[in-house]
């Protein structure tokens, strides 16, 4: 199978006269781990319900796993995992029987529901109520049950916010070991770490898409540089260079002051001008995708009217 | 037909209510609880006087004492003859239909016997299945139809003003001979009841999985439009089965309500009954967006159901404007079919009519619904 696993072309939607998605196109090759990003609101969550067939997009047009996403979008539905933003399974239902639900729904046979419980090793809390579960079970159950009909996309919408470090890790070698057998999938996300696990990413803001690459080339593509000015008065050297030409952030990390900005040359003068009046040496380092976002950000913010 | 209905998915989903329905305490109890609270509470304390009630007069020798008779009754208030000349037979349906409350019959020797001064009689036969028609209208009969004659005696005068005297008013009190309110409230209770529990609860149906944030899990999984409203709204055709049965027990047990017909042709009636409403119930959980607004919305349609179906007030007593506003509530129609089959014996050709109008509105809502329902979230 060559044809891409998603291949959408200008989504546009708009609630009102609010454009939450603007011309976005996106293009997932299947086996491939996408990782869409943007900050709260930036039409993350809107994009994916256009793209899994739960939003008719006003303008633009797309398949995904072949089909019409204007046309199709029962078939969508049925070969297409979602899971949600906000948990919604039945809280008043057992996870066993939250599983058989979804097995009946998509005509699974009957020992799915005791595989799949196996498989995510939920067996033994198969009879707890579904709202009964702390979030990190709550994030296993709607995995399992998102991915129990073999989909052959998995769309997952925001699914470690709310998740500790150490569920997070297993849920991100779930996704990989799972990738590693075919499964396309697209994680939203704003988590740094988690945008770096994926195999491309894509960087939404006010409804525009702004970037898309490999990490690399999404970091390469800002065009932005990065001293650290270690040691000194950092507190008096942030004041000072906040605002100077050629500085678009300035950032404390730990003892350290990360200077960012898009002109080398003007970012480089300042730093070393700040360093000397506040005793701190200047170290020229690699520049952070988080780095890159807030730039991203700052600049789309600029951008609304 | 697997794209639009699998069997398979529409037991799940049922299933998945059922299991739902059973974890959610309060509400399971307040189902079972409402129907014999409402059934005590309403059972004994209604009671009521209305006017202006449809009549139809069977009058084969239209002389000047039937048409002084007529204005007289009509004078009293209580009767209006809807129907002022018919035949026996007529008659007869007319009241087993329930669009007349009363039947005044004139025998055709009526006019001669007056004027020879012999007993007359007239009779009056009465739709006492709801009591509170019968009494006040029944009550002033005597008086008011000899004083009828005596005023229209004039120069025959002697042999008729002892007729007057000698008039013989006979009143048939039909379905309900006693006159006991009961009889009429109880099973319009059942009616009350059903409806109560049955829109509401199916109001919150869809509203429910809004609010928890299930639906966008629901709507992202292969199902169909119909199988979610099936799925929602079967399993309470069981509670309305249980409902039924406390309902019918303590109508014969604690009021001693009779039931003369068929109890298979009440469970016909009941059964499109409850599917009219569970749908209609659906349709508000279509239209509001949170659980609250489909509270105010079945509200809303309660209370002139309560009000102008019949079973507060005796629908013929009601104006023109409020009968048609009536006849747009299923109520309405089941009222007449389930009075019609518990007090008076109704075959299934006597409460065709309300059974069709019930099959209409549950089609109506069903294709109402659907039509609301969005398979996605715009």
């Not at chain 2, 944030?213 to 629901?218: F, H, P, Q, S």
Request: proline share 4%; charged share 15%; glycine share 8%.
């Amino acid at each position: 199978m060559t044809s891409p696993a998603i291949a959408v072309t200008e989504l546009t939607k708009r609630f009102g006269s609010r454009t939450v998605v603007d011309r976005v196109s996106i293009t997932v090759q299947p086996g491939e781990i996408v990782g869409f990003l943007g900050p709260n609101g930036s039409g993350k969550t809107t994009t994916i319900r256009m793209m899994c067939g739960l939003l008719t997009p006003d303008a633009g047009s797309g398949r995904v796993l072949g089909h019409d996403i204007l046309r199709n979008q029962s078939a969508i539905k049925r070969e297409v995992g979602y899971m949600t933003q906000r948990f919604s399974f039945y809280e008043d239902l057992t996870i066993a029987e939250n599983l058989s639900f979804v097995a009946g729904v998509y005509g699974l046979p009957a020992d799915a529901v005791s595989e799949t419980l196996e498989d995510l090793g939920l067996t033994s809390r198969r009879a707890q109520l579904a709202g009964s579960l702390s979030g990190g079970w709550k994030q296993r159950l709607a995995l399992a049950a998102c991915i129990m009909h073999r989909p052959k996309l998995l769309m997952l919408d925001e699914p470690t916010a709310g998740v500790d470090p150490k569920a997070r890790r297993e849920f991100w070698d779930e996704i990989h070991a799972r990738a590693a057998t075919g499964l396309t999938v697209l994680v939203s996300t704003h988590y740094m770490d988690e945008a770096e696990r994926c195999h491309r990413i894509n960087y939404i803001s006010y409804g525009k898409l702004i970037s898309q690459g490999t990490v690399a080339e999404v970091i390469a593509a800002a065009g932005l540089v990065t001293v650290i000015l270690r040691g000194g008065r950092t507190a008096e050297a942030q004041e000072r260079l906040t605002g100077q030409p050629g500085v678009d952030q300035v950032a404390h990390w730990g003892s350290d002051l990360h200077v960012i900005g898009r002109d080398g040359p003007a970012l480089r003068r300042a730093a070393t001008a700040v360093a000397i009046a506040t005793g701190a040496r200047v170290i020229e380092a690699e520049t952070s995708l988080e780095d890159v976002f807030i730039q991203l950000m700052g600049a789309s913010t600029d951008n609304m009217p | 037909m697997t794209n639009f209905l699998s069997l398979r998915r529409l037991l799940t989903i049922i299933r998945k209510e059922a299991v739902q329905m059973r974890r959610d305490r309060i509400t399971f109890a307040m189902m079972l609880g409402v129907p014999l609270m409402q059934l005590l509470l309403f059972g004994f304390a209604i009671n009521n006087d209305p006017k202006g009630l449809p009549a139809a007069l069977v009058a084969p020798a239209q002389d000047r004492y039937s048409r002084a008779l007529v204005s007289a009754l009509e004078l009293t208030g209580y009767y209006r003859f809807t129907h002022p000349q018919v035949t026996a037979a007529e008659g007869e349906r007319l009241i087993a239909t329930g669009q007349v409350s009363f039947v005044v019959t004139v025998p055709s020797d009526f006019g001669r016997k007056v004027m020879r001064g012999e007993h007359p009689q007239i009779l009056i036969e009465a739709d006492a299945t709801d009591p509170a028609v019968a009494s006040g209208a029944i009550g002033t009969l005597g008086t008011v139809a000899a004083q009828a004659l005596l005023r229209e005696s004039g120069t025959e005068a002697e042999a008729e003003a002892s007729a007057a005297q000698k008039l013989d008013v006979v009143v048939h009190r039909r379905y309900n001979p006693e006159g006991i309110t009961q009889y009429n409230i109880v099973p319009g209770l059942l009616g009350v009841i059903l409806q109560m529990t049955m829109v509401m609860m199916t109001a919150m149906a869809l509203t429910r999985e809004i609010e928890r944030g299930t639906m966008e899990n629901l709507l992202s999984m292969p199902v169909t439009p119909i199988e979610v409203m099936l799925g929602k709204v079967l399993p309470f055709f069981v509670v309305g089965a249980v409902q039924v049965m406390v309902v019918l027990t303590a109508a014969k047990t604690i009021f001693g309500v009779p039931f003369v017909g068929s109890l298979w042709l009440l469970m016909l009636g009941v059964l499109v009954f409850v599917m009219a409403l569970v749908v209609l119930g659906y349709v508000f959980s279509t239209l509001a967006r949170t659980q609250m607004q489909a509270m105010q919305l079945t509200f809303f349609y309660f209370l002139p159901s309560i009000l102008l179906s019949g079973f507060m007030f005796p629908f013929r007593g009601m104006p023109t404007w409020a009968q048609w506003i009536g006849e747009t509530l299923p109520l309405t129609h089941f009222l007449r079919l389930i009075r019609g089959v518990m007090l008076k014996g109704a075959t299934l050709a006597d409460i065709a009519q309300p059974l069709l109008t019930l099959t209409g509105f549950a089609v109506f809502f069903s294709l109402l619904a659907l039509s609301r329902f969005r398979q996605t979230l715009d």
